[in-house]
């Protein structure tokens, strides 16, 4: 962490107790820690979620749990997130975070593709974070918005967060031809800039988030 972002996270509100221990536990545990959003980025979750005040939320991409807890803290007490996670090994660590949460009875935890279950929750969504597979980006996004044979899943409004949408600085680098994540980036990248039913901002926190409403 250099100076500036140690300053950022100084004057940020603090993360509670039990997100600082989840993000202690996962960077001791995990392969892979750095998916975490961490304390600025789940603070931000949170107030976009208090602003926009949601009924129904959908999260793709749980890993262990931190983003959920971080917007199920703004949420209304009569809203729900519903959040998805494709690693089984994950179900067991990120519920037991949930159990423990004043805000937990709000998430429902599913354990599959949210490609594929999603569309079967039969509702529509006013908030989305997508931080799933980055090569499915482009089909998240055809999901959410309806590709003609199946209905939208987001009305007039909705707001989409979608996450890592700089990727390391690689969306300007030259691509080789079998990095498929930065060309499902640049793909959705391009497909929401080009879209007439969205308006957008790419935003340059941590890895990039692109925050996208529905007209």
């Not at 009569?78 to 996670?85: G, I, K, P, S």
């Amino acid at each position: 962490m250099d100076d500036l972002e140690r300053y950022v996270r100084d004057f940020t509100e603090p993360e509670t107790e039990l997100l600082h221990e989840l993000d202690r536990e996962t960077n001791l545990r995990m392969v892979a820690p750095r998916m975490l959003s961490g304390a600025v980025q789940g603070r931000l979750l949170e107030m976009l979620v208090r602003m926009q005040r949601p009924h129904t939320v959908l999260e793709i991409g749980t890993f262990t749990g931190y983003s959920a807890l971080s917007m199920a803290a703004g949420l209304e007490e009569d809203a729900v997130l519903h959040t998805f996670e494709v690693e089984d090994e994950l179900e067991e660590f990120a519920q037991s975070f949930f159990d423990r949460s004043e805000y937990g009875r709000k998430i429902r935890l599913h354990i599959g593709s949210a490609l594929d279950l999603a569309p079967k929750l039969g509702c529509q969504f006013d908030f989305v974070f997508m931080d799933g597979d980055k090569r499915e980006y482009p089909d998240y996004y055809r999901m959410l918005m309806g590709d003609g044979e199946n209905s939208p899943l987001l009305h007039a409004g909705s707001v989409i967060v979608a996450d890592n949408i700089l990727w390391s600085g690689k969306v300007v680098q030259p691509v080789a031809h079998n990095d498929r994540h930065t060309q499902a980036l640049l793909e959705f990248n391009r497909m929401v800039l080009e879209d007439p039913r969205v308006e957008n901002v790419i935003v340059p926190i941590r890895d990039g988030l692109n925050l996208i409403r529905v007209k």
